[in-house]
């Protein structure tokens, strides 16, 4: 029996199914990301699990209390949300306070308890601060420390950072998970941005027009993405055309308009097929050196890295170049481009783009 | 050094020019007449010779020495805080409801809600003596369940009456604006916290809207306290309020004077409490929401 447990649950607008048969079972402690582009039902699906979007259909379970009918007060989980909501006319401290003060908690436990969570989330000095006074980090840290306070079992982040500029979003994705790990509390976080998924959480949950697609490990995710759509929305991809020879052991593939032919363990339906590779994954040498010639048609520096485009027979590709020193060849130079087979994946062609 | 002198002077000049027109229209229609009520309220009436030039302060004494005027400023201000209670009352939780209402239903209610506004003050005030008369419909539905009919035209009650319908308006539309800009997920983080609907709506939503309250309970106040209309149709001859006793100065007994210090006396009693009570909320309100 899993601690939080997501079954079949769908939200219909009118004949439009926002969330489409969602299914989830989630650990205590997991630390889980809805993954999506916008509309794909993501915060649908978090609005559920909160109670504040009622499901067409579906059970939603915590341990062994069906919570699909409860109102928000009776569930008590904690929710962030993605414009913080904090009550404007109360400080920082009586914002933190209120989950407390609706528990009937006694003054001095109160007081003890919101001064330990204010220092969880490093706001202990501001407590007095309204919230208009405040940054949009700090905001973001008492949205936090105030769904905490009440012990929730389960932590709902609704897009959380998506209101910060990017350096301070790196800063608090770490922070969040440090957070997380030291209250040891469930935590499902929609988000749209691949990076901030990838990074913290324990799984990743890809929904794509109100349907789970893939539930994975972020590595797993980002290694073995199971259609053409998430390779592509999860960290950038190239994509090759190509044919597929089906036989007992797997398949022999072959890329168009090169004679590059190879094994794969992967065994998509078809014949016509997709390879994809990550730029990182490619490698440029000295053009009779490399698998497939080409010649760089861009080349753009990023700072940690360069990222260079060469048009090759089977199409142009993307390369990630590590900025060791050196830069990489210029515009309209020749090169050749390694990859080891084994970095392929081979997924059915259709959905490609 | 002349350029900047000269391109100064068009900025003078143009807001000037602007705001002439709405000058003019308030020195003539506001200022002037007021400053003629204030000097009218130093002059001294003799029943036989009329309204004498001279200055004096005998009438603001008059005013201020008798029992009957302090009782009717005391009513004026009880009535219009009565008043201005039932409209927060029940305009505050209206405004919310209309706030959440869906597309046609939204605008089909706020015509209902400015409904009263759209009738003419007597024909309006007529239907409530009609309704709370002695046989009216309010004692017809009283004596139909077994209740001794009660007095209701002519009491601080119909005035009462009177004065909160038409006085909602008011309330709920500054409320309603106030609470249209309100971020909704802030009331629904208090029911994920715990809060029940009810002390979501206490805690959270009506506090935010503090400032629409405060100016709707001022327009509310305001108008009430010099309301004429109604207290004069509603509380017959006997009840009078501030506005009734000038009217009835001026156009009754004919003595100018006393009527413009009574009028002055009501304005200036009217402001000092208002200026006390925007005062109070409004830093409040200021050093909180900002």
Request: aromatic share 8%.
């Amino acid at each position: 029996m899993s601690f939080l447990s997501v079954r079949n649950v769908s939200k219909y607008y009118g004949p439009v199914a926002a969330v489409d048969s969602f299914g989830l079972d989630v650990e205590k402690g997991e630390f889980i990301s809805l993954l999506g582009p916008s509309g794909c039902g993501k915060t649908t699906t978090l609005q559920m699990v909160a109670g504040l979007v009622r499901p067409s259909a579906g059970t939603i379970m915590m341990g062994e209390r069906d919570i699909t009918h409860l109102p928000p007060p009776q569930r008590e989980l904690g929710v962030v949300f993605q414009s913080y909501a904090l009550f404007p006319h109360m400080t920082v401290a009586e914002n933190v306070s209120f989950g407390l003060e609706m528990r009937k908690v006694a003054k001095a436990e109160r007081d003890r308890r919101v001064k330990d969570i204010l220092a969880l989330v490093h706001l202990l000095a501001l407590a007095d601060r309204y919230p208009r006074e405040m940054s949009g980090g700090q905001r973001q840290r008492v949205a936090i420390a105030r769904a905490l306070v009440i012990n929730p079992p389960v932590l709902l982040l609704d897009e959380p950072l998506s209101n910060l500029d990017a350096q301070l979003r790196e800063e608090m994705q770490f922070e969040l998970r440090r957070i997380q790990q030291v209250v040891g509390i469930t935590t499902i976080m929609v988000t749209h941005d691949q990076s901030e998924a990838l990074s913290i959480s324990d799984r990743v949950v890809v929904m794509e027009q109100g349907r789970i697609t893939q539930v994975d490990t972020p590595y797993e995710l980002y290694e073995r993405p199971r259609n053409p759509f998430i390779s592509s929305f999860v960290g950038k991809s190239n994509f090759l055309a190509a044919t597929a020879e089906h036989h007992a052991g797997g398949a022999t593939i072959s890329i168009g308009n090169t004679g590059i032919t190879f094994q794969a363990n992967d065994r998509p339906k078809g014949k016509h097929v997709s390879v994809f590779i990550r730029p990182e994954k490619l490698r440029l040498t000295a053009p009779s050196e490399g698998q497939i010639e080409g010649t760089v048609t861009s080349r753009y520096f990023m700072g940690n890295q360069w990222l260079v485009s060469a048009k090759t027979p089977a199409g142009t590709l993307s390369v990630a170049v590590q900025n060791f020193g050196a830069p990489p060849p210029p515009i309209g130079e020749k090169v050749g481009l390694v990859w080891r087979n084994d970095d392929c994946r081979v997924l059915a062609a259709g959905a490609a783009e | 050094m002349s350029a900047s002198v000269s391109a100064a002077r068009p900025r003078m000049v143009v807001p000037s020019l602007l705001s002439a027109p709405a000058t003019l229209f308030f020195i003539g229609l506001v200022l002037l007449p007021l400053a003629l009520t204030v000097i009218l309220s130093f002059n001294s009436y003799d029943y036989t010779a009329g309204i004498q030039s001279d200055l004096t302060v005998s009438n603001y004494l008059t005013v201020l020495q008798d029992e009957y005027y302090y009782s009717t400023f005391w009513r004026t201000l009880r009535l219009a805080l009565i008043t201005t209670v039932i409209a927060v009352v029940i305009g505050v939780p209206e405004a919310y409801i209309l706030s959440n209402m869906r597309k046609p239903w939204r605008s089909i209610f706020l015509l209902v809600i400015i409904g009263p506004l759209l009738v003419s003050v007597v024909v309006r005030t007529f239907g409530w003596s009609m309704l709370l008369g002695k046989n009216g419909f309010v004692n017809g539905a009283l004596a139909a369940v077994g209740i001794e009919p009660v007095q209701l035209l002519y009491t601080e009650t119909a005035i009462v009456i009177g004065l909160a319908h038409i006085m909602l308006p008011f309330m709920v539309i500054p409320v309603w604006t106030v609470l249209q800009k309100l971020d909704p997920t802030v009331e629904a983080a208090a029911l994920t916290l715990g809060a029940s609907r009810f002390t979501a709506l206490r805690r959270i939503v009506f506090p935010q809207a503090a400032l629409g309250i405060l100016s709707g309970s001022l327009i509310v106040f305001a108008l009430s306290a010099s309301s004429f209309a109604i207290p004069g149709l509603l509380g017959g001859r006997r009840l009078k309020m501030a506005a009734t006793l000038v009217y009835d100065e001026f156009l009754i007994e004919l003595n100018w004077p006393l009527g413009a210090t009574i009028a002055i006396i009501v304005l200036l009693a009217n402001l000092v409490i208002m200026l006390a009570y925007n005062r109070l909320i409004e830093q409040q309100a200021k050093r909180k929401l900002g």
